[in-house]
C-alpha cells in the first residue's frame, strides 16, 4: 500500500508579490481548449505536472469502451500502438501550445524516430506519458522525447517531431 504525502509549501512574501502562479495540471476541458482534437480522437484526461517549456506529464484511461478496441483485437483487446503514440504527440502538442505566442496554433505531427513498444496496453490500464522538449527551432520545428508508463512498467518511448501548421 503506497501512502500519498502532499508538503505544501508557502511562498515568500517576496514571491508572491513578483511572481504570478504558474498553472501545472490540466483537466480534460482545459485541454480541450488547447488542443483541436476530440471524441473519439482526444486521447488525453489529465495533465498532472507541467513544467513551461520543458516538459509535461499526462494521464489516459483506458476502458473497455475505447471505439478501437471491437476490432483490435477481438478477444483480446490491445490498445494499437499509432494510438500510443498519438497520445505522448497530444501530451507534447500540450507543451507546445502553452509557449509564449503559441496559443491557438497548431503543430502537426511530423515524425517519429527510435520509437519502441514494450508490452501490450489492455482495458483497465492507465497510461502516464511524459513528454520532454528537446528543441524548437525557429519557433516552427519541435523536437521531443516521450516515454509511456502503466504500473511502473515502460510501454513504449521514441522522439517525434513537430510542425507549426499556419
Do not use: W
Not at 499526462?58 to 473497455?64: F, P
Not at 501530451?91 to 501550445?97: A, E, I, R
Not at 503559441?102 to 519502441?116: C, L, S, T
Request: aromatic share 6%; charged share 20%; net charge neutral.
Amino acid at each position: 500500500m503506497t501512502t500519498a504525502v502532499n508538503i505544501q509549501t508557502t511562498p515568500t512574501e517576496d514571491q508572491a508579490s513578483s511572481e504570478p502562479a504558474q498553472q501545472t495540471t490540466f483537466d480534460v476541458l482545459e485541454i480541450q481548449d488547447l488542443l483541436p482534437h476530440r471524441y473519439p480522437f482526444a486521447l488525453v484526461d489529465r495533465i498532472v505536472d507541467y513544467v513551461p517549456a520543458k516538459k509535461a506529464v499526462g494521464l489516459k484511461n483506458v476502458t473497455i469502451n475505447e471505439p478501437f478496441f471491437p476490432g483490435h483485437i477481438p478477444k483480446r483487446p490491445i490498445m494499437p500502438g499509432v494510438l500510443i503514440v498519438e497520445s505522448m504527440a497530444q501530451v507534447g502538442g500540450v507543451v507546445l501550445t502553452l509557449l509564449p505566442g503559441m496559443k491557438g496554433k497548431f503543430f502537426a505531427f511530423a515524425g517519429i524516430d527510435g520509437v519502441r513498444f514494450r508490452r501490450p496496453v489492455v482495458p483497465g490500464d492507465q497510461l502516464i506519458m511524459t513528454v520532454e522538449l528537446i528543441s524548437l527551432k525557429m519557433n516552427r520545428i519541435a523536437k521531443m522525447r516521450g516515454k509511456t508508463m502503466v504500473d511502473n512498467q515502460l510501454v513504449c518511448e521514441g522522439e517525434m517531431l513537430f510542425s507549426l501548421i499556419d
